[in-house]
């Protein structure tokens, strides 16, 4: 969170300005998949108790406590990511059939773990600006987060409104092409 289909704004603007070279459904998945550990504890209830850390002392399972952090966005979150991502890919056929005039843009394996790591860090940045419960050092230890800022928060929400139709317009002229016309 915030209000996670908020997150498709800054990620629309980033994607808009360099479709070409990220897999557009990684880094949308990515961009909104984060907040899994959130929508889940609201579903299911709130986790207690701590987490013992590797370096010693413990974190409190809080609403981000798993997901929200460089660790999870580079070794769970990004590579779960991958795995669906190339998993609807497989769907090709299907996809070229709904969307009959897009071009087909063959992404590696590696090209779409590293969009779907930018789509992470694009949903941890501006949930860092809201969330205390952000920790950088897990799983090692607690740093607690220094980004927060509420005006920042809302400026980045502000701005990510603002700018999604010029960075579509803008993204054409650098890629050569609308966003709308590839695929994945
Ligand atoms: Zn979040």
Redesign the pocket.
């Known amino acids: 969170?915030p209000i996670t289909p908020f997150h498709l704004f800054p990620a629309g603007v980033v994607y808009f300005l360099f479709h070409r070279r990220l897999h557009g459904i990684a880094f949308i998945l990515a961009s909104v998949l984060?907040?899994i550990e959130?929508v889940l504890y609201l579903v299911l209830g709130s986790p207690r108790g701590s987490f013992p850390l590797l370096l010693g002392s413990y974190v409190p399972m809080s609403l981000?406590w798993f997901t929200?952090n460089p660790f999870a966005v580079f070794l769970v979150m990004a590579p779960f990511t991958t795995i669906l991502t190339k998993t609807l890919e497989l769907a090709k056929p299907l996809w070229l059939q709904i969307f009959s005039e897009a071009e087909w843009v063959a992404y590696s394996w590696r090209s779409t773990y590293l969009t779907a790591i930018l789509g992470g860090f694009v949903?941890l940045g501006w949930?860092s600006t809201v969330h205390g419960d952000v920790n950088f050092g897990f799983p090692f230890t607690r740093i607690s987060n220094p980004l927060i800022n509420s005006q920042f928060a809302i400026w980045i929400g502000m701005l990510s409104l603002i700018l999604i139709v010029p960075a579509y317009f803008v993204g054409k002229r650098i890629n050569g092409d609308s966003p709308f016309q590839k695929l994945p």
Do not use: L, N, Q
């Open positions: 969170m984060m907040d959130p981000h929200h949903h949930d």
